[in-house]
C-alpha cells in the first residue's frame, strides 16, 4: 500500500505529486492513463501520452477519488491524473470566514 508523503511522477510528462491521504486504490495510480513511477524511478521509454487523460494537472492543486485517496500536484503537466481509469478531481478549497 501507498504511504502518506510518497512522491511519485508521470512516465509520459512533467507532473509529480505527492501522497497527501493514502488509500488502496493509489495502488493504479497514473497520470496521461500511464502508471506513475516512484521519483527517480525507471520509466518505460515506450509509454506514450493518452489523448483520453491528457487534460493537464494544475500546481498547487488537490486531486481526490471516492474513496479518500488524495494527492498534491507539487508540478504540473500535461496528463490527468487517475486511478485505473477514473479521472482523479480537484478537491474544493473551503472559503475562509469574513475577517469583518
Known amino acids: 500500500m ?11 510528462c512533467d507532473t509529480q505529486v505527492i501522497v497527501i491521504a493514502a488509500a488502496d486504490s493509489l495502488d493504479d495510480l497514473r497520470c496521461g492513463g500511464v502508471p506513475m513511477v516512484a521519483v527517480g524511478g525507471d520509466r518505460d521509454p515506450a ?11 494544475v500546481l498547487g492543486k488537490r486531486y481526490v477519488d471516492a474513496d479518500g485517496a488524495e494527492v498534491l500536484v507539487t508540478k504540473a503537466g500535461k496528463g490527468s491524473l487517475s486511478v485505473g481509469d477514473t479521472v482523479l478531481v480537484f478537491k474544493e478549497s473551503k472559503a475562509l470566514p469574513s475577517s469583518d
Not at 2 to 12: D, L, Y
Not at 47 to 57: I, N, P, Q, R, V
Open 2 to 12: 501507498v504511504k502518506n508523503g510518497t512522491r511519485f511522477e508521470s512516465q509520459v
Open 47 to 57: 509509454a506514450t501520452l493518452s489523448d483520453a487523460f491528457a487534460d493537464g494537472t
